[in-house]
């Protein structure tokens, strides 16, 4: 089972600023690493595919980046609504697909 | 627009049974695979069980498998999980889950959830 390992377990941070979120994979996943964007009460959105692709309607300043084992999400400049848990899953090796265990970036 | 409404959730016993409900609309179901995902809660995301399209392949997560059963009904455009042999540990909010078509194991939309609570 890949496991997957997300850096930090929080992001404090002010609107505007940016953020930079990490994910690691215990063995490579090439670049089928999937980024997904949770808020409170509401289920996971999907942000980005195969580790740099935006899905439909997903705002320019979401930046996936990486491959291999060593992952990154980008958001260039935030705004009020992108503050959230942020969770990386891999589909290269499954099943079992796999989840990281989230990053939360908080308003600072 | 595609809607996922899972229903079926609540509170039962250790040892007992539930069976978690997912209509779907908005799409044709049957040429989607689909997922059930649950999230502990305050925590984390974990995946639970894979349904091919055409129900020929379907996968479990090793926690669920032997207790946990996915199934579909195309016609209904709906998705089941049976729930036996229920552990305080599988108490989550369950999650519905579509597969972008012809990806494997990228969820491109998510129901609601519904939560299940395993307690005596």
């Known amino acids: 089972e890949i496991v997957l390992t997300q850096s930090p377990a929080t992001l404090s941070l002010s609107p505007g600023e940016r953020a930079t979120l990490s994910c690691r994979a215990s063995?490579?996943?090439?670049?089928?690493l999937v980024w997904y964007q949770q808020k409170p009460g509401q289920a996971p959105r999907l942000l980005i595919y195969?580790?740099?692709n935006r899905a439909t309607g997903i705002p320019a300043r979401f930046i996936g980046s990486g491959s291999g084992t060593d992952f990154t999400l980008t958001i260039s400049s935030l705004e009020p609504e992108d503050f959230a848990v942020y969770y990386c899953q891999q589909r290269s090796n499954w099943p079992p697909l796999t989840f990281g265990g989230g990053t939360k970036v908080e308003i600072k | 627009e595609v809607q996922l409404v899972e229903s079926g959730g609540g509170l039962v016993q250790p040892g007992g049974s539930l069976r978690l409900s997912c209509p779907a609309s908005?799409?044709?179901?049957?040429?989607?695979?689909m997922n059930w995902v649950r999230q502990t809660p305050g925590k984390g995301l974990e995946w639970v069980s894979y349904?091919?399209?055409?129900?020929?392949?379907?996968y479990y997560a090793d926690s669920v498998k032997g207790r946990f059963t996915t199934s579909r009904d195309n016609a209904k455009n709906s998705l089941y999980l049976q729930m036996n042999s229920l552990r305080a540990e599988d108490t989550a909010v369950y999650y519905c889950?579509?597969?972008?078509?012809?990806?494997?194991?990228?969820?491109?939309?998510w129901g609601q959830g519904t939560l299940v609570t395993v307690s005596s």
């Open positions: 063995q490579s996943v090439s670049t089928y």
């Open positions: 349904i091919s399209s055409s129900s020929s392949i379907i």
């Open positions: 889950a579509r597969n972008f078509l012809g990806s494997g194991g990228m969820i491109d939309y």
């Open positions: 195969d580790a740099s």
């Open positions: 908005g799409f044709t179901f049957s040429t989607y695979s």
